[in-house]
């Protein structure tokens, strides 16, 4: 059995500390914590080992001499500087008796939600409890200092700004919705929503009729259904595009004619 100190970073420079036992070094692990568990994509994230140690209790040691060094910083993502988690052997959710009563569906909070809710929720949550407890979590939460979504957002250093995955995996040609796999390739969702008369342009008359069967999705609010009752919402209003000539609605002719027309030649 081997005994070591792992880091597992992500593409965007996030990290995670941790230890693991095991006797496959190619079991590809990569940690239980809540932040490496949290990853969708596991290929964004890459384990390399810091150091060995011949014992558990010595890779406990080592696991706090190393979250006593990063916990906090900005790009470290465990959640206390405590070394946390059971050992390999003691792991109860490798029994699978334990594993098939408490995992899943199984679990006591999915077979009581009122309950859960009302022991994790509102004033029953520990934070609401203790706000000096509360206030001690944020002043040492490793994500304080411009790591949390709206901070990052807000300095541009979000991942979504920086390194934005849907644009960066568009680019590589490996978005899950590039090569004919996108709902819409070819229209067929457009062409399958019309034929419903589920589609948000189908028309005037199919507008009016699903008023009429009250299934149109602008019912929910009296203006809109007073303006599609009078035929004056903007979806029933068509502009002839003065470039091809087609007749669209006005948000297709925004969108698809008149300055932005294929057929302008100042496109």
Known sequence: ?????????????????????????DDGYIGSGRWPSSIKDKSTLTREILEYAESIEEAKELERKYLAEHFGK??????????????????????PNVSAKIAGENHWSRKEPEKFKEKFSGEAHWMNRNPDAKQEFLDNHPNKDGCNAKAAMANGKHIW?????????????????????????????NKKLIEEGRHNFPGPDLNQKRIAEGTHNFLGSDSNQRRLAAGTHPSQQKRVCEHCGKTASISMYTRWHGANCKSNNKV
């Open 74 to 95: 900005p790009n470290c993502m465990n959640l206390t500087p405590d070394s946390v988690g059971f050992d390999t052997d003691n792991n109860p959710m490798k029994n």
């Open 161 to 189: 700004i920086k390194d934005n995955p849907s644009i960066r995996r568009s680019r590589e040609g490996i978005h899950h919705w590039q090569h004919g796999k996108s709902p819409n390739y070819g229209g067929k969702l």
């Open 1 to 25: 059995m081997k005994h070591f100190i792992y880091k597992t970073t992500h593409t965007n420079g996030k990290y995670y500390i941790g230890r693991h036992s095991t006797d496959n070094m």
